[in-house]
């Protein structure tokens, strides 16, 4: 099978510098990834889709796959238009693209428009699908057959190319509406600050000696938790330098038994009952003996405290019950996905006294915060009017 022609494809780094010199003169540009990470830690980017608005519209402008497996294309150019300030680079659902861009580039594109948190913003429900967002805007709907293709694979099919390009040309009117709709609702500034962290680099930079805080335990023992970070940043360690998933090493349930156990020798290895056989030798095991022995070294005053501390509140469910309420009336008058505004989580915090939670900063604070603050005081009470919930002063 050989590659079609016709595929507006770039295979060389002449190809794709002369498309970027040509997006560094429009506005904006939509940028979409496909990519694989099923059997690799970091992801593997595979395409790289990108388009333009025209001078006829914003589909009437050109739209390429760039291919980043093709011999001896660099992606330099790609890298410096993501620098350049006077382009704004459309994704829609930008985390897991931006972690490609700043681990393997180095850098992250400004600014930026995330097409989904701007939908959230405006109103189109809780993590807005690009399909629904196609229809619904762009009077568009999408072919989702290729969605879970090998897209290492080479040549691409037509069916492959046709719903990768489709990623990034109806981005362009979809991008164009809900900007619109910002500009006119003057809540551009909201979603300025969700934008802020997608650009944080450090939301994308995973710190082995960390990793321990992602495992779901109810076990607080300071002990057992010492254990519990050695190993888990052993894992990470693992599976960052060879590049594998951190599954391949050992899975969470066997971390945790592990942590409980204490082996201390591949004989108390052997006895375990959910680490897979590789791992009860060789590197790993060596590696496990080691960090359960550190876990064992650390003094107590070293140990980490519980991830988890705000399972232990003393949450008011009245009350928390209340600022449910609360949050479904502030979305709904607002016309914002109230999984934007804030968490249940965060909800429960506020309900026990905390007030470290995003929803009492920035527009959530304004939108939501506030009041919810003013209800947990008894400064204010909620009213049922027909069909809507109204915040009375007391």
Same mark, same amino acid.
């Given at each position: 099978? @050989?590659?079609?022609?016709?595929?507006?494809?770039?295979?060389?780094?002449?190809?794709?510098?002369?498309?970027?010199? +040509?997006?560094?003169?429009?506005?904006?540009?939509?940028?979409?990834?496909?990519?694989?990470?099923?059997? @690799?830690?970091?992801?593997?980017?595979?395409?790289?889709?990108?388009?333009?608005?025209?001078?006829?519209?914003? @589909?009437?402008?050109?739209?390429?796959?760039?291919?980043?497996?093709?011999?001896?294309?660099?992606?330099?150019?790609?890298?410096?238009?993501?620098?350049?300030?006077?382009?704004?680079?459309?994704?829609?659902?930008?985390?897991?693209?931006?972690?490609?861009?700043?681990?393997?580039?180095?850098?992250?594109?400004?600014?930026?428009?995330?097409?989904?948190?701007?939908?959230?913003?405006?109103?189109?429900?809780?993590?807005?699908?690009?399909?629904?967002?196609?229809?619904?805007?762009? %009077?568009?709907?999408?072919?989702?057959?290729?969605?879970?293709?090998?897209?290492?694979?080479?040549?691409?099919?037509?069916?492959?190319?046709?719903?990768?390009?489709?990623?990034?040309?109806?981005?362009?009117?979809?991008?164009?509406?809900?900007?619109?709709?910002? +500009?006119?609702?003057?809540?551009?500034?909201?979603?300025?600050?969700?934008?802020?962290?997608?650009?944080?680099?450090?939301?994308?930079?995973?710190?082995?000696?960390?990793?321990?805080?992602?495992?779901?335990?109810?076990?607080?023992?300071?002990?057992?938790?010492?254990?519990?970070?050695?190993?888990?940043?052993?894992?990470?360690?693992?599976?960052?330098?060879?590049?594998?998933?951190?599954?391949?090493?050992?899975?969470?349930?066997?971390?945790?038994?592990?942590?409980?156990?204490?082996?201390?020798? @591949?004989?108390?290895?052997?006895?375990? %009952?959910?680490?897979?056989?590789?791992?009860?030798?060789?590197?790993?095991?060596?590696?496990?003996?080691?960090?359960?022995?550190?876990?064992?070294?650390?003094?107590?005053?070293?140990?980490?405290?519980?991830?988890?501390?705000?399972?232990?509140?003393?949450?008011?469910?009245?009350?928390?019950?209340?600022?449910?309420?609360?949050?479904?009336?502030?979305?709904?008058?607002?016309?914002?996905?109230?999984?934007?505004?804030?968490?249940?989580?965060?909800?429960?915090?506020?309900?026990?006294?905390?007030?470290?939670?995003?929803?009492?900063?920035?527009?959530?604070?304004?939108?939501?915060?506030?009041?919810?603050?003013?209800?947990?005081?008894?400064?204010?009470?909620?009213?049922?009017?027909?069909?809507?919930?109204?915040?009375?002063?007391?």
């Amino acid at each position: 099978m @050989t590659q079609d022609s016709s595929l507006p494809l770039i295979t060389t780094t002449a190809a794709l510098t002369a498309f970027c010199a +040509q997006a560094a003169d429009a506005p904006y540009v939509t940028i979409d990834t496909e990519f694989l990470r099923e059997r @690799t830690y970091y992801a593997k980017l595979c395409l790289l889709q990108m388009a333009l608005p025209g001078a006829d519209g914003p @589909t009437s402008g050109p739209a390429v796959l760039v291919d980043p497996l093709a011999e001896g294309l660099d992606l330099a150019p790609f890298y410096a238009l993501m620098r350049d300030e006077a382009v704004v680079k459309v994704l829609h659902a930008a985390r897991q693209d931006l972690e490609i861009f700043c681990i393997e580039g180095g850098t992250l594109p400004r600014p930026l428009f995330d097409t989904q948190v701007a939908a959230m913003v405006c109103g189109f429900g809780d993590q807005a699908g690009y399909e629904t967002l196609a229809r619904k805007l762009a %009077r568009a709907n999408i072919d989702k057959s290729s969605r879970f293709t090998d897209w290492s694979r080479r040549p691409l099919s037509d069916a492959q190319a046709k719903y990768a390009l489709a990623d990034v040309t109806h981005l362009r009117v979809i991008y164009e509406k809900l900007a619109a709709m910002l +500009q006119e609702t003057g809540r551009a500034p909201w979603l300025d600050e969700e934008i802020a962290v997608l650009l944080d680099p450090e939301t994308y930079i995973i710190r082995p000696e960390d990793a321990w805080k992602r495992v779901k335990t109810r076990n607080d023992s300071g002990k057992f938790l010492a254990i519990l970070r050695e190993l888990a940043a052993f894992r990470e360690e693992h599976a960052q330098t060879r590049n594998i998933p951190r599954g391949r090493v050992f899975k969470d349930d066997a971390l945790l038994e592990l942590a409980a156990l204490k082996p201390r020798s @591949t004989d108390d290895l052997g006895r375990t %009952r959910l680490l897979l056989r590789e791992a009860r030798r060789g590197d790993i095991a060596d590696g496990i003996l080691a960090a359960v022995a550190r876990g064992l070294d650390c003094a107590p005053e070293n140990h980490p405290k519980a991830s988890g501390a705000r399972d232990n509140l003393q949450v008011n469910p009245a009350l928390a019950d209340l600022l449910r309420v609360l949050l479904k009336a502030k979305s709904d008058n607002e016309g914002v996905a109230a999984k934007l505004i804030a968490s249940s989580a965060d909800l429960d915090g506020i309900a026990a006294g905390l007030r470290d939670a995003p929803a009492l900063r920035g527009w959530r604070a304004d939108v939501f915060g506030q009041d919810a603050l003013r209800l947990c005081a008894g400064e204010v009470a909620l009213a049922a009017k027909g069909e809507r919930v109204e915040v009375i002063t007391l």
